[in-house]
């Protein structure tokens, strides 16, 4: 899917929700027996007329034991192809071996895009966004507190914080068809910053919700003519007590802001 | 194992070898017939003698598809408990999902360590860390070409490169008894600083054999009076002619290592 059939589906949808399917083992409603992918299959069912992406992250499959990649691939296979779908992996080593990481995201696991950290620089990315027909979505600014130990200290006796260095490095190494960046909804007044050094890039938006970040200030400030955001709830839809309503409240939510910042589109 | 564990089997085996077990699909000898556990075993009977510590990485079991894991495990329980051994797997996620991984890695694979990229910060780290009785290895300056890409950067106008940042604040989270730093042996001349930061800690040492680092400088540089050093070799055995030779060649190197800077230990 490239960026442009995902605002497509955006579009069609009315929405730029991506559900985060991160089941955790000590919050599965007990109605499901500890039958993680029975859990999926109904948030999936719940949720697929509202969400235009799915984004599992690894370490709650990896939780399961040793066949929990199993569950994600049945999960993923679940999804099937009309939505875009976001391993959440945060990988990232020396080239061979980010090479392998990529295979197993999208060819075994059957994703389009993988969560990738940038720490040890580009030949660390590079097999991810070479990938054909896949997308890399690199760390950027984090929604977590520990985004403050590092990703905020300013580089090179500049004023370019750590996390805009890294975009602007990474954008050098991939389209804006190939390349989406993290950037956390905890940080929304950073948004209109983030949109001037990025104009054309989709961001992968964590942290409204649970964490507390403002929808509407992310949109205001980080929308572009493509819609350019994918909007990211997981605890808030997962443990609802009804995950679709839950869902298509953020929808709605969406559409409005589509409606107010992009009126050609509705 | 904690760190006198750990000197005590180098002073033991005369060596500070990490052996590296990253069995590429592409690279197994024929003779193994794509029978990964064959070849990790043959390369466990020909090393344990030479080596103390081994240290898979995850993405070449990935690389073996849904099953992959399963040989990772079967691979540590081939080792059994006289060697420390290192998952390298270079996770990192927001606190409660970071505890899940850190489950993984040292629950239901049996590794004693981690590596941990620092890029999120504390909260992403910390559970690695409190892990009861086991390790968190966190990248600070990588072997790779990458690493010039945002290691070296200096931070908020000082003349400490975003590695030392990395270094200095990560051992104000845990002691040297449950944390490691990579330190590449492509960088030896930065070995005396990075000591320097961190007397007391182990480093993880990749890079030496293919990827051009030199064995004795960071002994030089790097070593401390508990060795302090794991020195990594991947490549240069499992895909050497005679695999129990290279690590014999790598521990008799390290043992005239020993006995040059530390003379009390040999």
């Not at 949808?13 to 399917?21: A, T």
């Not at 083992?25 to 499901?32: G, K, M, V």
């Not at 709650?60 to 779908?85: C, K, P, Q, S």
């Not at 068809?177 to 950037?183: G, W």
Request: net charge negative.
């Amino acid at each position: 899917m490239d960026r442009a059939a995902l605002f497509s589906l955006i579009r069609q949808r009315q929405s730029f929700l991506c559900v985060g399917l991160d089941p955790d083992p000590e919050r599965l409603p007990a109605s499901f027996g500890g039958d993680v992918l029975a859990f999926n299959r109904s948030v999936i069912d719940a949720t697929r007329d509202y969400a235009v992406a799915y984004k599992p992250n690894t370490a709650f499959y990896e939780a399961l034991g040793l066949d929990g990649m199993r569950v994600l691939r049945d999960t993923i296979d679940y999804i099937g192809t009309d939505h875009f779908i976001i391993a959440d992996a945060k990988r990232g080593d020396i080239g061979n071996t980010s090479r392998y990481y990529a295979k197993f995201a999208f060819d075994t696991l059957g994703a389009d895009a993988i969560t990738v950290a940038p720490y040890m620089g580009q030949d660390s990315v590079g097999p991810f966004l070479d990938y054909p027909g896949k997308w890399a979505i690199v760390l950027a600014l984090t929604s977590n507190a520990g985004a403050d130990d590092f990703q905020h200290t300013l580089q090179d006796g500049s004023d370019e914080p750590l996390y805009e260095k890294v975009m602007r490095r990474v954008m050098a190494w991939g389209t804006p068809d190939r390349l989406m960046f993290v950037c956390g909804a905890t940080r929304a007044e950073k948004f209109t910053e983030l949109r001037r050094i990025a104009p054309d890039h989709f961001f992968l938006v964590p942290g409204i919700g649970a964490q507390g970040g403002d929808l509407g200030a992310v949109c205001r400030h980080g929308m572009n003519k493509g819609c350019g955001l994918l909007v990211n709830s997981s605890r808030g839809i997962l443990y609802a007590d009804d995950p679709g309503r839950a869902a298509r409240e953020l929808q709605q939510q969406m559409q409005r802001a589509l409606e107010k910042f992009l009126p050609e589109v509705s």
